[in-house]
């Protein structure tokens, strides 16, 4: 079966680092996506990962490690407009052909 | 380069209605994707359409609901008869390819009374 797992909610404090982990399970894996949801508006794309190890984009950075069926989305310097949902998504090719899937969301708020 | 476009952005009906959600790829993009969004949920996947015809379409409900990417004009989500069940964000994604990045569109609100 498939099955993507993330905590539902995390606090962090503003200028602090905070690390949102992602775990999965797909017969097909075919790459990890993270996107950033704002409440209300539509998902935008933060960064992907098809190979094991880190990618640094700015104050994000996404981890990979298939054989652990494991990604963590690291945010640095927080900033209160980071407060959002954040979607961990796996592209499976078990079905023959390319699908999302998407874990429930993470919401982080940040304080100041 | 204008992105994803989805009309109406909310949308209002009656039980028993029909819905009808349009989304229009960004520029280059052939491929589009319909996900379902109930509230403090994830994205479900619903159906994936590429230019005339439906590729995968496992997510959807059979009962009440279709979708469309003709040749000429956008993407069309169809939900005949809707129920209070219905009432979700719908989001059509697009991407150039596949196996390519899929970029969202704002969504469309759609309660139902």
């Known amino acids: 079966g498939q099955n993507i797992d993330q905590p539902t909610e995390m606090t962090a404090t503003e200028g602090a680092i905070v690390q949102i982990n992602c775990t999965y399970q797909t017969s097909g894996f075919n790459g990890l996506f993270w996107y950033q949801q704002h409440a209300g508006e539509a998902p935008t794309f933060l960064s992907y990962?098809?190979?094991?190890g880190l990618e640094e984009k700015g104050r994000f950075s996404s981890f990979l490690s298939r054989s652990k069926g494991y990604s963590y989305l690291l945010l640095k310097e927080l900033q209160m407009k980071d407060s959002a949902s954040y979607l961990c998504?796996?592209?499976?090719?078990?079905?023959?052909?390319?699908?999302?899937?998407f874990g429930a969301g993470t919401r982080l708020a940040v304080h100041p | 380069n204008a992105g994803v476009m989805q009309n109406p952005r909310h949308l209002v009906r009656r039980r028993g209605q029909e819905a009808r959600l349009r989304c229009s790829p960004m520029k280059g993009h052939s491929h589009v994707y319909w996900y379902r969004q109930l509230p403090e949920e994830g994205l479900k996947f619903m159906v994936y359409l590429q230019k005339e015809n439906i590729i995968d379409e496992s997510g959807m409900p059979k009962e009440r609901f279709s979708a469309e990417f003709p040749k000429e004009g956008p993407s069309i989500l169809r939900i005949q008869q809707v129920v209070r069940g219905d009432s979700a964000a719908y989001f059509c994604?697009?991407?150039?390819?596949?196996?390519?990045?899929?970029?969202f569109g704002p969504g469309t609100r759609l309660t139902v009374l």
């Open positions: 998504a796996v592209r499976d090719l078990s079905g023959g052909y390319n699908k999302l899937i």
């Open positions: 990962n098809v190979l094991d």
């Open positions: 994604a697009s991407s150039p390819g596949y196996t390519d990045t899929q970029y």
